[in-house]
C-alpha cells in the first residue's frame, strides 16, 4: 500500500518561530510537492523536487524554503512564522516518467501560527 | 499560466441519485491531463479519475465517469447511484508538465439520505 506520512496532523507555533515540516514517502518516488491548502483558494503549489536535492518554486515560495537530502524525504521550512502562514499543508509525492503519474497525498499538516 | 475554474463551491445530491460537478480549464496547450481529486473530511486526498487530453474516449472508472469536452474545455465529472461515503471536497486538476498540478478551488458535495 503506498503511504505518504507527514510529521505532525496539528501544529502550533508563535510568530517569528522556525518551523518543520517533515514529509516521508515509502514508494520510491522521483517528484514530491508541498502545497498549502486554505478555504476558497483550492490547493497552492509551494515547491516541488524531481530529484534529491533538486528544488523548484511553484506559485507561493515566498517565506518558505525546502530540503530535499534524501530520496524518501522532502521538509518545508518556515524561516520566520507569520500568522499568515497559519493554514493547511499537504504533502505529495507522485513517479516521474513520460506521463504524469498519480499524485499521493499525505493526510495534511493543520499549522497555526499565533 | 494554466488556469482551473470550478464554479460550483458546493452541490448536494440525494443517495442513489446522479450529479454532476463542473470544471472548466485554460490552455493553449495540445497536450495534457486531467484529474478529478477526491477529499473526504479529515481523510487523505485520492485520486478519483484521470484523463489524458489526447484520448477522445471519456474515462469511466466504477460510478465515476467524465465528459471531456476538448474544444469547449470543459472536464466534468459525474457520480452515479450516489452513496453517503461519496460526500467530500472534490478537486478538478491540470497539468501539462508531469510535475506540479493545478487545482481548481474545489466544490464541496453533500449526499443526503
Known amino acids: 500500500d503506498v503511504k505518504v506520512t507527514q510529521s505532525s496532523r496539528y501544529l502550533v507555533k508563535r510568530t517569528g518561530e522556525k518551523v518543520f515540516l517533515e514529509c516521508v514517502q515509502d514508494m520510491d518516488h522521483e517528484n514530491m510537492f508541498w502545497y498549502r491548502q486554505d478555504p476558497g483558494l483550492g490547493l497552492r503549489l509551494i515547491y516541488f523536487?524531481?530529484?534529491?536535492?533538486?528544488?523548484e518554486k511553484g506559485d507561493i515560495p515566498e517565506g518558505y524554503s525546502v530540503s530535499r537530502e534524501k530520496k524518501e524525504r522532502f521538509s518545508l521550512i518556515l524561516e520566520s512564522a507569520s500568522t499568515n502562514q497559519t493554514s493547511m499543508y499537504l504533502c505529495?509525492?507522485?513517479?516521474?516518467?513520460?506521463?504524469?503519474?498519480?499524485?499521493?497525498f499525505g493526510p495534511g499538516t493543520r499549522l497555526t501560527v499565533l | 499560466a494554466q488556469t482551473v475554474t470550478q464554479s460550483q463551491p458546493e452541490m448536494s445530491v440525494q443517495e442513489a441519485e446522479t450529479v454532476t460537478l463542473s470544471c472548466t480549464y485554460d490552455t493553449s496547450e495540445s497536450d495534457y491531463y486531467l484529474f478529478w481529486y477526491k477529499q473526504p473530511p479529515s481523510r487523505q486526498m485520492i485520486l478519483v479519475i484521470r484523463q489524458e487530453a489526447y484520448k477522445q474516449q471519456n474515462a469511466t472508472e466504477n460510478r465515476f465517469s467524465v465528459n471531456f469536452q476538448k474544444a469547449a474545455k470543459s472536464f466534468s465529472l459525474k457520480i452515479s447511484d450516489s452513496q453517503l461515503g461519496d460526500a467530500a471536497m472534490y478537486f478538478c486538476?491540470?497539468?501539462?508538465?508531469?510535475?506540479?498540478?493545478?487545482f481548481g478551488k474545489g466544490t464541496s458535495l453533500l449526499v443526503t439520505p
Open positions: 505529495a509525492s507522485s513517479l516521474s516518467g513520460g506521463a504524469p503519474d498519480t499524485q499521493y
Open positions: 523536487s524531481y530529484d534529491v536535492k533538486m528544488k
Open positions: 486538476a491540470y497539468t501539462n508538465s508531469g510535475y506540479a498540478l493545478n
